[in-house]
């Protein structure tokens, strides 16, 4: 089922909380340069999937695969070196250093020794080099949340996990953030956007997992799941509900 | 000019040269060995609170663990002075590594249980089950190894010492990922900071800081009791001075015991309950309007404080 | 012996669950440290003092009068305080330092008006309450010490463990009985939440403030009978015995300080008949133990930092 070797694979992946199971057997695969959406109904697992990758959260079973290398239970950091990052739901940026400061730290202790990254042109790309010398409490939200994304590309990252990054921002604003985001992948990062503005999803993933209840309940491209029996009920079910 | 060679020249040189000094030009000599000892102190508390975020309320726990290292290596091994200081330190740097479990605690359980842990080792020391080896509660005597001025000048030295690291910290990335550790572990992980190495190597750093301080207070003062230096004061006293600087900057905490600790010996130690009264609404005014100390007063009119 | 020391334990137990109870209602609602809760104890204990000597008032009506007097003066001191304390970055740890400068001034300004002597308050006048409540209820007593299961225990220690039950029994009532309990345990489980569904969380805060200064002085009124003399400095010990009630219970549960309270004075006992020139080790020793190895306490949820 999976291809030869791709950059990650989740496979079986498991994680309760007490008694609930918010990841129940989860497993997909994520190629190098791929942007993979996941997308689902709130609860479904999709944050939990990407805290548990990025070393928030042990997994409780199964197996993550990053590079050949088995990766659950892996602290942050070492993750981090390994080549992995991650932007929050809510932007977590560290409020009371400058946004040069933020992005600095994560270069020199996340970054590879071979291949340091030019911070000005990094703020540059993503419109943050105006602010370089603000603290990040000062930022709006929108503009935290490119900081938490120029954090982790700060760490020459592999593959980078986006939870809702589009969330608040104006049709022009998304559309450059689009914009970069493929731009980064073909540079050879792989990206997992979880996101629930669909338009959003479907100009720049090339493929897309849905979730729901901590399970994967379809696989394929964005216009076949918006046709898909299952992921219509699920969506519609949690309308009804919210 | 490299900031942190500017930042050596312009505070600690004038700083230490000052204190070197004054014990030739003002007459009390104690007031100057304790305003040493509360900058060291304050410093200390500055890398573990202003750069890490954790509030050490049993700090002093350090102090006397150093002050009787010191007095024991003294008593027993009939060790020098410099020796015996390295025995405090180290007596202090074994209690901080035995605490390191306390990390998994956040915010107010951490300063809870180090408080309770500087409680645990004053119980212990001052038990009269134990007077053939600390004298119990009967404190101690060194007068064999009595020399106050250069039990002074050891405790300057310490204090240029401490100076330099806090200078140090402040300019070096390791400063920066202590900060940012401090802002939020979550994120200081994903900036690839290995967040548990971090903690510990600031506090171990300052319970190094005072457990010299420690030994050489035991040095200069030679005749005290176990509730003097493991006197829930020292840690009060550091952390007011420091928080009313400001922390995470090198002048806060020097500003800080230099301005309060004057108002301490302004306001005469003769009526403690008139001084403990004003200390009170000290910190209390302290905390509601000025929680970021001095430092932001000119911070906030754009003024860079190192 | 033993049977004595278990009974004695569980007595004292209560007395220590009504203790924390306060503390740890405070903590559960606003997530602040009450550093001076310990001098809130010492006030009620002055309370009792001055009612039994001015007025001849039995201190077990003036456990009613305690509750009411803090309870009111709680409340102008939660909007004096806390509100401006909760807009801050980092409240939990500057309540932690707020809080200290008020037991400082709670203590300094006790020590003024009463001075530093020792005071207690006989306890015969337990007796002849429960000589009185006795002729109420029709039971045949003689004031004197009260023998059950072959032990005999000082009436007093009996008078504050039902006292503490009672006040523990009507906790239990107003939080899961009372519609303003029920806003008040909402507060707890998550503030924003309550502040999102329109519930009035100042005014939730301020009773609960109220309710855990009154409870603390409440205790205070058994202080002569249960812990010894009062005096103004008597309060740190109380916090730090408080805290390790609360801590092995676990923080924020008021409920689960009832555990706390009888495992603390149960081992509290056993340490003063068979260990005792190590007992005031205890509660230090007993706090980092739990911290350390269940740090959300026994009946706690998870509180450790990522």
Not at chain 3, 201 to 214: C, D, N, P, T, W
Request: charged share 10%; hydrophobic share 55%; net charge neutral.
């Amino acid at each position: 089922m999976f291809p030869e070797s791709p950059l990650l694979a989740i496979d079986g992946l498991v994680k309760r909380f007490g008694g609930f199971r918010a990841l129940d057997g989860l497993s997909f695969y994520l190629r190098e340069g791929e942007i993979l959406g996941v997308v689902g109904p709130n609860g479904s697992g999709k944050t939990t999937c990407i805290n548990v990758i990025s070393g928030l959260h042990a997994p409780d079973g199964g197996s993550v695969t990053f590079a050949g290398r088995a990766i659950g239970g892996l602290k942050s950091h070492q993750l981090v070196r390994l080549g992995i990052n991650r932007t929050f739901q809510v932007p977590r940026p560290f409020m009371s250093l400058t946004v040069r400061e933020n992005v600095a730290v994560a270069e020199a202790y996340g970054g590879k020794p071979q291949e340091r990254v030019d911070i000005g042109a990094l703020l540059a790309s993503l419109e943050l080099a105006p602010l370089a010398g603000r603290r990040a409490e000062e930022l709006n939200s929108a503009q935290q949340k490119m900081l938490d994304l120029a954090r982790a590309l700060a760490t020459s990252p592999r593959l980078v996990l986006i939870d809702e990054l589009a969330a608040g921002l104006n049709p022009a604003e998304l559309e450059r953030v689009a914009a970069r985001l493929k731009e980064i992948a073909r540079s050879g990062v792989a990206l997992l956007v979880v996101e629930h503005l669909m338009g959003f999803i479907q100009e720049i993933t090339d493929r897309v997992i849905v979730l729901n209840a901590g399970k994967e309940i379809f696989e394929g491209v964005m216009d076949d799941a918006i046709r898909d029996k299952r992921v219509v009920e699920v969506f519609l079910g949690a309308e009804d509900e919210g | 000019m490299p900031r942190l060679l500017r930042h050596a020249l312009f505070i600690l040189v004038p700083l230490i040269a000052a204190l070197a000094i004054a014990p030739a030009v003002y007459g009390n000599h104690l007031l100057l060995f304790n305003l040493i000892v509360f900058m060291t102190l304050a410093q200390g508390i500055n890398i573990v609170y202003g750069f890490t975020g954790y509030l050490p309320f049993g700090y002093v726990g350090f102090f006397g663990a150093g002050a009787y290292g010191f007095s024991l290596a003294v008593m027993h091994l009939h060790a020098s002075p410099f020796a015996a200081l390295a025995l405090g330190a180290l007596a202090a740097l074994l209690l901080g590594l035995g605490l390191t479990p306390l990390f998994r605690l956040s915010g107010a359980y951490f300063a809870i249980a180090s408080l309770a842990a500087a409680l645990a080792v004053l119980q212990i020391v001052s038990n009269p089950a134990l007077e053939h080896i600390t004298n119990g509660p009967y404190g101690v005597s060194l007068s064999g190894v009595f020399d106050p001025s250069l039990a002074y000048a050891v405790a300057l030295a310490i204090l240029a010492g401490t100076v330099l690291l806090v200078i140090w910290l402040r300019n070096a990335r390791f400063g920066l990922a202590l900060q940012a550790i401090r802002e939020d572990a979550i994120s200081a992980g994903m900036a690839g900071i290995n967040v548990v190495r971090g903690r510990v190597i600031a506090w171990l750093l300052a319970a190094l800081i005072a457990g010299l301080t420690g030994g050489v207070y035991a040095w200069y003062i030679s005749v005290f009791y176990p509730e003097t230096v493991f006197s829930g004061e020292v840690t009060v006293f550091a952390i007011v001075f420091a928080l009313f600087g400001g922390t995470a900057t090198i002048l806060g905490p020097i500003l800080g015991v230099a301005i309060l600790y004057g108002i301490y010996n302004a306001i005469g130690i003769s009526t403690p309950q008139y001084f403990q009264l004003v200390y009170g609404l000290l910190i209390m005014g302290l905390v509601l309007f000025l929680p970021n100390g001095l430092v932001s007063l000119l911070r906030r009119r754009g003024v860079d404080v190192p | 012996m033993l049977i004595y020391t278990l009974l004695a334990g569980l007595l004292f137990g209560l007395y220590f669950s009504l203790m924390g109870l306060g503390l740890n209602l405070m903590f559960g609602v606003m997530r602040i440290v009450n550093l001076a809760h310990g001098d809130f104890l010492m006030l009620g204990a002055f309370l009792a003092f001055w009612l039994f000597n001015l007025f001849a008032l039995n201190p077990i009506p003036g456990v009613a009068v305690a509750f009411a007097l803090f309870l009111l003066a709680g409340l102008p001191l939660y909007y004096l305080l806390v509100p401006r304390l909760l807009a801050a970055r980092d409240p939990e740890m500057l309540s932690f330092i707020l809080f200290f400068g008020f037991s400082q001034v709670i203590e300094a300004v006790a020590t003024i008006a009463f001075g530093t002597s020792e005071r207690s308050i006989p306890g015969g006048s337990m007796a002849r309450a429960a000589a009185a409540v006795a002729s109420l209820l029709d039971l045949a007593y003689r004031p004197g010490p009260i023998a059950f299961l072959g032990q005999s225990f000082p009436v007093a220690w009996l008078a504050a463990g039902i006292v503490s039950a009672l006040a523990v029994l009507l906790i239990y009532v107003y939080l899961y009985r009372t519609r303003l309990g029920y806003l008040t345990r909402a507060v707890m489980a998550s503030r924003e939440e309550a502040i999102s569904t329109g519930i009035d969380v100042h005014r939730v805060s301020a009773i609960a403030f109220g309710i855990g200064i009154a409870l603390a002085a409440v205790a205070g009124v058994f202080v002569p009978f249960m812990l010894g003399s009062i005096t103004p400095a008597m309060g740190v010990d109380v916090t730090i015995t408080s805290f390790a009630v609360i801590v092995i219970g676990s923080l924020g549960n008021p409920l689960g300080t009832v555990l706390g309270g009888i495992l603390y004075g149960v081992s509290y006992m056993f340490m003063q008949s068979y260990y005792s020139s190590w007992a005031n080790l205890l509660p230090y020793l007993l706090l980092i133990a739990v911290l350390l190895v269940r740090p959300s306490g026994l009946l706690g949820r998870q509180v450790r930092r990522a």
